[in-house]
């Protein structure tokens, strides 16, 4: 792994002053010259923040069309709660609560950008080849499914590959580094080069906030995240609402709108290419303000 490890440094090095700035989306390229946001829908009643989520289909469409409007560039669509203690759900359930929500998402919104936050490959294939889906989002790097892989390397979709180390209700037990960034980039390293042998090149990286890592850990993660950058494909954040958020601040996801916005900020001065936040307006009213600052 470390020898591997080593490669990809190495190799991700000689590019990352030329990063990766482009998805193959709907068979065309898709620029990231600036950020954008991602909306989050979840379609289950068990997320950690309510305000993201419902089973009624005719409340997600409405829920998606205020997205859009205020400026979401990519819908980011769950059917199972990846919160830390959640149980994984089968391919039949995820099924069962997306269908006819992207069913009518597509005849609305045929050009969208849709991801697919999912851990099984059926559920992704099932997905891109009915429903079009354009990006699957997999909270476990390929760790819940030996054949998720396999499956998107065919599918030949861009993958969001983000770090974690368990399932949702063991992974508060596994937020033990004895070099957190080092063996963060290494484990995120090990999985990118399988993608790439396999013959996937179209990445997301995800450093994966709140996904076996405790507090001080994720903020060590933001105060390094240049780091990330070494991968050479666009950096992706999801932090909106999350514990790191509302325990620090003693408060919960609910208040944790302005907390968010600051983090926000943070990751776009730092390079952050795509945010995944419940909250598209403020995010968005962050990019503009950052994208001031540059100029």
């Avoid at 620029?31 to 954008?36: C, D, G, Q, T």
């Avoid at 990006?135 to 390397?153: C, E, H, P, R």
């Avoid at 070494?230 to 514990?243: A, D, N, Q, Y």
């Avoid at 509302?246 to 990751?267: D, F, M, Q, R, W």
Wanted: charge should be negative.
């Amino acid at each position: 792994m470390q020898k591997k490890f080593l490669m990809e440094i190495n190799k991700v090095k000689d590019i990352q002053f030329n990063k990766k700035k482009t998805l193959k989306i709907f068979g065309n390229i898709t620029h990231l010259e600036r950020p954008v946001v991602m909306g989050i829908v979840n379609v289950n009643d068990d997320s950690f923040y309510e305000g993201s989520r419902s089973n009624c289909t005719s409340v997600n469409l409405n829920h998606i069309e205020n997205m859009v409007s205020e400026g979401a560039a990519i819908i980011d669509i769950g059917a199972a709660s990846t919160r830390p203690g959640a149980e994984l759900i089968t391919f039949q359930e995820e099924k069962e609560r997306l269908n006819e929500l992207l069913v009518r998402l597509r005849i609305a919104y045929p050009r969208l950008i849709l991801s697919l936050d999912t851990y099984n490959s059926n559920t992704a294939k099932w997905a891109v080849e009915v429903h079009n889906i354009n990006i699957i989002n997999d909270i476990s790097m390929g760790l819940f499914d030996d054949q998720m892989f396999s499956t998107v390397a065919k599918l030949k979709v861009p993958y969001v590959l983000m770090h974690n180390r368990g399932i949702p209700s063991e992974m508060n037990q596994k937020a033990q580094y004895h070099h957190l960034m080092k063996e963060v980039l290494s484990e995120i390293s090990e999985k990118a080069y399988h993608l790439r042998e396999m013959g996937l090149s179209d990445m997301i990286i995800d450093p994966g906030f709140g996904f076996a890592k405790n507090i001080t850990q994720n903020y060590e993660l933001l105060k390094q995240l240049e780091f990330f950058h070494l991968f050479g494909h666009p950096l992706m954040i999801g932090i909106s609402r999350k514990s790191m958020v509302y325990k620090l601040l003693e408060s919960n996801a609910s208040e944790s709108l302005n907390g968010s916005s600051i983090l926000h900020t943070i990751a776009l001065m730092k390079g952050a290419d795509i945010l995944r936040v419940h909250d598209v307006k403020e995010a968005m009213e962050c990019i503009k303000i950052c994208e001031q600052m540059e100029q």
